[in-house]
């Protein structure tokens, strides 16, 4: 009786894979898991804290006790003192579009609503950053302007950068203050 203690029969192959498929199975899927929410979390740390429209109206917004035209005057001013050209400008509306000079196929561009709300002027900036690229690059976008030249560009990111919607408001103010007192 001894002996066919001792003694076992050959395993099976397929036997012996399955269990070690079965063994790993649960290894296997927690390091799936593990490595998918790392880089989860790095394209958010890359991409920044994700603001709610809300958040994002708060930065970008600002009200004012002055005149919309003093106040439209004034924003146009901080663009242009940014290195920005004005693209396009209406009073009427409150509406005003500008762009920087290309750099390192980098460019910035800048909108601004100025509206009258109650007494207060209210002024919306916005900045844009477009990254150029070639025809010839794969998801590159075409675009053609209203005067008929091709504007290319591959990759355009709002800029949500707080640091700066606080140093053109402060700007802002700047100018208020000079325009005011003159």
């Not at 029969?9 to 290894?27: G, H, K, Q, R, Y």
């Amino acid at each position: 009786m001894r002996a066919s203690v001792l003694y076992r029969e050959p395993l099976d192959s397929s036997v012996c894979w399955n269990n070690v498929f079965m063994a790993t199975l649960p290894l296997l899927f927690l390091s799936i898991l593990a490595l998918s929410l790392s880089s989860c979390a790095l394209l958010q740390e890359m991409q920044g804290p994700q603001l709610t429209p809300l958040e994002i109206q708060s930065l970008q917004t600002r009200e004012y006790k002055a005149p919309k035209e003093l106040v439209f005057a004034s924003v146009m001013s901080v663009f242009q003192n940014l290195g920005y050209n004005i693209v396009s400008a209406d009073q009427a509306t409150g509406f005003i579009s500008a762009k920087s000079l290309l750099q390192s196929d980098t460019q910035f561009t800048g909108t601004a609503f100025v509206e009258t709300i109650g007494g207060m002027t209210r002024v919306r900036l916005s900045f844009v950053k477009k990254a150029s690229g070639s025809r010839w690059d794969s998801g590159t976008m075409m675009h053609h302007h209203k005067d008929g030249h091709l504007e290319k560009y591959k990759d355009e990111k709002q800029v949500l950068d707080a640091a700066l919607y606080q140093n053109a408001f402060e700007q802002i103010d700047s100018e208020l203050f000079v325009r005011s007192s003159h």
